[in-house]
């Protein structure tokens, strides 16, 4: 079998954290989550109407992303995983590892219409590791590996015991599991999702906090391989970065915002210590994601190393293949403030390349400095609460969808 670029880098990474090795992932999960809309808009869609593109479709965008071979790991749904990897075996002469959603927690449940991500992240997990790794319920020996030996176990925080208790709980039956039956996992924390009236002051620290005593009592076997984050901004992402040197720091891509927010924010979380990023609706929502995730690819190894300059380059490939960009160059090269989650309850996401330097996008500082709070039409971040963020990114993201 191939050798997989995943564990030469996680190899080299661990050997030496300031290397240049990046992991970089697609993130084709989202039919986990938001259901119809998932596999995003179809190249028809029109502004009044609702139309998708097929599940057919979202997994042919898979197999050509995969085909094109700059990825790290193809992150799919059970089902998904179950189609390429099983049946096709499409990974078998890849340098490119297959994974899936081991859980999706009820923060991540979109349905039209659906209140679920407004209350408190619940535990729940659809796929069980059997069918991750053989497509049923028991494996025998020899079909062990057949599927993917890698999936993705989230965790969401609301800083309240009862919830964070059952959480970890689950957390831990999961772990211990994997651990028995040879699956490896990569651990993402997402932002507290409905903290209320006790939401924390500082998310960047709160999460690194939670990470440090969730994995102190975990020995090696039972670790993530690396960790994905909503980006937290520099201190935050060094201070991650430099606690475990056998901790991998990874970030989430968040909503897709324009290029620039995609490109910028890869280049500075590389910059701070993340050595790997997972990217879905970035990916996804782009006019062309062969050409996006070639851009994500070199400025993740700093062929391209001004995001600025990538966009530019991206917008001359579109025009090269003929395709119409969703925005004038002038208006992809704006930075704006995202949601981190799939839900949009977590602290927004502010990518501003003369900002992030001195105050994290999770601070009131940071999203005084994206200059929203001087439009009339948005409301005054810098004087919000935690909650009245949350409350405000909840309203726009059931907006959008």
Not at 155 to 168: E, G, S
Not at 334 to 351: D, E
Request: aromatic share 8%.
């Amino acid at each position: 079998m191939t050798t997989k670029s995943l564990d030469t880098k996680i190899a080299n990474i661990l050997a030496n954290p300031s290397c240049n090795d990046f992991i970089l992932a697609d993130a084709k999960d989202a039919d986990m989550a938001g259901g119809m809309a998932a596999p995003g808009q179809s190249p028809e869609h029109h502004a009044d109407e609702a139309r998708f593109r097929s599940l057919s479709d979202y997994r042919q965008l898979m197999r050509e992303n995969l085909e094109q071979g700059l990825i790290d790991i193809l992150l799919m749904s059970a089902s998904s995983n179950e189609v390429l990897t099983i049946k096709e075996k499409l990974f078998e002469n890849s340098a490119i590892t297959p994974a899936a959603r081991a859980n999706d927690t009820s923060d991540i449940w979109l349905a039209m219409g659906g209140q679920y991500p407004s209350q408190p992240s619940r535990p729940y997990r659809t796929a069980t590791i059997d069918h991750i790794m053989c497509g049923k319920a028991a494996c025998e020996p020899s079909q062990k590996f057949t599927g993917a030996d890698l999936g993705l176990y989230s965790l969401t925080f609301n800083n309240d015991l009862d919830t964070d208790h059952l959480i970890l709980e689950k957390y831990n039956a999961f772990r211990i599991e994997a651990e028995k039956k040879g699956f490896r996992h990569f651990l993402e924390l997402f932002n507290p999702n409905a903290c209320g009236d006790h939401c924390p002051d500082d998310i960047g620290r709160f999460i690194n906090d939670m990470i440090a005593r969730t994995l102190a009592g975990v020995t090696k076997n039972g670790r993530p391989i690396f960790l994905k984050i909503p980006y937290p901004g520099p201190a935050a992402m060094e201070q991650l970065a430099s606690y475990d040197r056998t901790l991998i720091p990874g970030i989430l891509g968040g909503s897709s915002g324009t290029t620039f927010d995609a490109f910028f924010q890869l280049s500075e979380a590389k910059k701070y210590g993340a050595r790997a990023a997972l990217y879905g609706r970035m990916i996804n929502n782009s006019e062309h994601q062969l050409s996006f995730i070639q851009h994500l690819r070199w400025i993740a190894d700093g062929e391209i190393p001004d995001p600025a300059q990538a966009v530019k380059s991206y917008h001359g490939e579109l025009q090269k293949l003929g395709i119409s960009p969703y925005r004038s160059l002038q208006d992809d090269l704006v930075s704006t403030l995202r949601n981190a989650a799939y839900g949009g309850k977590s602290t927004a996401v502010a990518v501003n390349p003369s900002t992030t330097a001195t105050a994290s996008a999770s601070t009131p500082a940071a999203a005084a400095t994206t200059g929203l709070s001087s439009n009339p039409s948005e409301p005054d971040f810098a004087n919000m609460t935690p909650a009245q963020k949350i409350q405000w990114n909840l309203k726009r993201w059931n907006q959008i969808i």
